[in-house]
């Protein structure tokens, strides 16, 4: 059986915007939690590709990489994940090859295949490209292409990038990306963190498929898990609901701007918007350090992970630095 101080731990931001802030502060505040997790000595640290929401600064994911790789010096950075059906693979292999360039060994290219965005904003992110999740395979197998060696038949190549080798991850809510990333013999990242309903028939698909490759001689585990940590139970279930108002925001296609915390949820959910939070959040870390403990214990026992990367959603900063730091000394 695994243990916590077995595994990595990682953090996975969204750079979220408060209400009574803005973008540049959430940025700031990516970067000041990037190297606060680095020096408490966890593995990585990934930004996730969000469009056409106010209260996520994180669209921009290379920029974004870019501005933290620069006020960092070993934490592994990269994308949790890139939306791949918004881009052409070249565009993507070009980014990613020039941050890998410029801070080499340090960078992670995590890929979905959904379009991550409504109809409205899928169009204006491609406007003429047909790019669908449907072309997800073969837009995986351009982008290895363009991050390996040239060969001398190559008409189109990644400058930078060709032979830059960009770690590539799989990320997925479901089971086709567990299939193809145990097919292809990369490492696979599920999103628990807000779609824990499939996670255990997902790693045992991405188990039996998987094929020894050239990157991964046996198969790697990453599991996203939403943190409030602190001191007590009953201070981190209050810190939650600031994410909980979130979520329900997002049911009800209201402001993702994050709103401060609330002695209690009663009067501001109905029942099934209740449950529906309660399934999103059905592999939250909430509670105090022993809670939290026994909490991943049992997670790792179940599932074997090789690595967690946690998400705290929190409105105040301070918040979630502790709670970061609360995990941390688990270990």
């Given at each position: 059986?695994?243990?916590?101080?077995?595994?990595?731990?990682?953090?996975?931001?969204?750079?979220?915007?408060?209400?009574?802030?803005?973008?540049q502060?959430?940025?700031?505040?990516?970067?000041?939690?990037?190297?606060?997790?680095?020096?408490?000595?966890?593995?990585r640290?990934?930004?996730?590709?969000?469009?056409?929401?106010?209260?996520?600064?994180s669209?921009?994911?290379?920029?974004?990489?870019?501005?933290?790789?620069?006020?960092?010096?070993?934490?592994?950075?990269?994308?949790?994940?890139?939306?791949l059906?918004?881009?052409?693979?070249?565009?993507?292999?070009?980014?990613?090859?020039?941050?890998?360039?410029?801070?080499?060994?340090?960078?992670?290219?995590?890929?979905?295949?959904?379009?991550?965005?409504?109809?409205?904003?899928?169009?204006?992110?491609?406007?003429?490209?047909?790019?669908?999740?449907?072309?997800?395979?073969?837009?995986?197998?351009?982008l290895?292409?363009?991050?390996?060696?040239?060969?001398?038949?190559?008409?189109?190549?990644?400058?930078?990038?060709?032979?830059?080798e960009?770690?590539?991850?799989?990320?997925?809510?479901?089971?086709?990306?567990?299939?193809?990333?145990?097919?292809?013999?990369?490492?696979?990242?599920?999103?628990?963190?807000?779609?824990?309903?499939?996670?255990?028939?997902?790693?045992?698909?991405?188990?039996?498929?998987?094929?020894?490759?050239?990157?991964?001689d046996?198969?790697?585990?990453?599991?996203?898990?939403?943190l409030?940590?602190?001191?007590?139970?009953?201070?981190?279930?209050?810190?939650?609901?600031?994410?909980?108002?979130r979520?329900?925001?997002?049911?009800?296609?209201?402001?993702?701007?994050?709103?401060?915390?609330?002695?209690?949820m009663?009067?501001?959910?109905?029942?099934?918007?209740?449950?529906?939070?309660?399934?999103?959040?059905?592999?939250?870390?909430?509670?105090?350090?022993?809670?939290?403990?026994?909490?991943?214990?049992?997670?790792?026992?179940?599932?074997?992970?090789d690595?967690?990367?946690?998400?705290?959603?929190?409105?105040?900063?301070?918040?979630?630095?502790?709670?970061?730091?609360?995990l941390?000394?688990?270990?």
């Amino acid at each position: 059986m695994k243990r916590l101080a077995d595994i990595k731990i990682s953090t996975l931001d969204l750079a979220p915007i408060r209400a009574d802030g803005g973008p540049q502060q959430a940025l700031r505040n990516s970067l000041a939690l990037a190297q606060h997790v680095e020096k408490l000595g966890y593995t990585r640290f990934w930004v996730a590709e969000h469009h056409n929401m106010d209260g996520i600064a994180s669209s921009a994911t290379a920029v974004l990489i870019g501005y933290l790789a620069a006020g960092t010096t070993s934490i592994r950075l990269g994308a949790g994940g890139v939306m791949l059906p918004n881009h052409a693979p070249l565009v993507i292999a070009e980014q990613f090859g020039t941050l890998a360039t410029l801070y080499p060994g340090r960078i992670d290219l995590g890929l979905g295949r959904a379009p991550g965005a409504d109809q409205y904003t899928a169009r204006a992110l491609r406007r003429e490209r047909s790019g669908s999740a449907d072309d997800f395979p073969e837009d995986v197998e351009e982008l290895q292409r363009y991050f390996g060696p040239r060969t001398p038949d190559q008409r189109v190549i990644a400058m930078p990038g060709s032979g830059t080798e960009v770690p590539l991850w799989l990320l997925g809510s479901s089971l086709f990306s567990a299939q193809l990333a145990g097919q292809k013999g990369l490492p696979y990242a599920f999103a628990s963190h807000f779609a824990p309903r499939l996670m255990h028939e997902a790693i045992r698909v991405y188990r039996n498929h998987f094929q020894p490759s050239a990157v991964l001689d046996k198969p790697y585990v990453m599991l996203g898990v939403p943190l409030i940590g602190a001191d007590n139970d009953e201070q981190a279930a209050y810190l939650a609901t600031s994410a909980y108002q979130r979520i329900l925001a997002l049911i009800r296609g209201q402001s993702l701007l994050q709103r401060p915390p609330v002695p209690s949820m009663d009067g501001l959910w109905l029942p099934h918007e209740k449950q529906a939070v309660g399934e999103f959040f059905g592999l939250a870390m909430v509670g105090g350090p022993e809670k939290i403990r026994t909490k991943l214990e049992v997670l790792l026992e179940q599932t074997g992970a090789d690595e967690l990367i946690f998400t705290s959603d929190m409105y105040d900063f301070a918040d979630r630095l502790h709670s970061y730091e609360i995990l941390a000394q688990l270990r």
